[in-house]
Each structure stands twice: as C-alpha cells, then as structure tokens.
C-alpha cells in the first residue's frame, strides 16, 4: 500500500538585515532541503518585508515566507525543524499539517492569488 502524503505549510521569518539577493537564496536553500528529502513544494508565497507583532532579536521588521508542500515521512517535520533551528537567518519558523478545513482555505486562498493580476501586468497597464 502506498504512503499517502500529508500536506504542510511552512511559514518561516527571515532575518531583515540581509540583502535581497541572500534572503533569495535562504529561500532556495530551504525549499531545496525540502525536495531533496521526498518533499513535493505546492507554492511558495514570499510575502516580503513586514512589521513583526514584536521585537524579535531587537528587530522590528522581517521577511516573511510561506511554503506549501506535500510530504509522506511523519519524522521529516522534526528533522527539519532542527534544521531551521540552526539557522541564524531564520529568525522564527512555524510547521502546520493541514486538516480538511485548512486544506479548503488553501484552495480559496490559491484561487485568490490567481485570479488577482501580477504586479507586472498592473504597472503595464497603468503605462
């Protein structure tokens, strides 16, 4: 019988100090780790940079990202989170496995996003 994955989100806040180019690559490192150990990434939603609730690190802004993803091995969220302990750029992180009543909010927020126009076409069509 063949694992069925169980669904997840990440959302994890990135040091704000770093330059554009570093937290892109923090990104990609992350989402790397997760499909080289048997993760399959739905989206991953950079939200950018915005005010913390509270200081964190005596920092009031951070990079916020959100990763959806499928995964069959239960202990892989423990391993991973040691790993986004370790980091320093990571300044908070967050692992949610998905129920039936977030999955449903998933979809309507994914629905959401597609329908709303990119930055791009907006700007060109203003121009």
């Known amino acids: 019988m063949a694992e069925q994955s169980a669904m997840y989100e990440l959302m994890y806040i990135i040091n704000p100090v770093l330059n554009e180019e570093q937290t892109k690559d923090i990104a990609a490192r992350v989402s790397k780790y997760i499909r080289e150990n048997g993760g399959d990434i739905k989206e991953v939603v950079e939200m950018g940079s915005q005010r913390l609730a509270y200081p964190i690190q005596k920092k009031r802004n951070g990079f916020y ?6 995964h069959t091995d239960g202990d892989f969220v423990a391993k991973f989170d040691r790993v986004m302990r370790i980091n320093d750029e990571i300044m908070r992180h967050m692992v949610l496995r998905f129920d039936a009543k977030m999955m449903r909010h998933y979809e309507a927020q994914k629905a959401e996003r597609a329908a709303q126009p990119a930055p791009e076409e907006t700007e060109a069509a203003e121009a």
């Open 65 to 70: 990202v959100n990763v959806y993803f499928a």
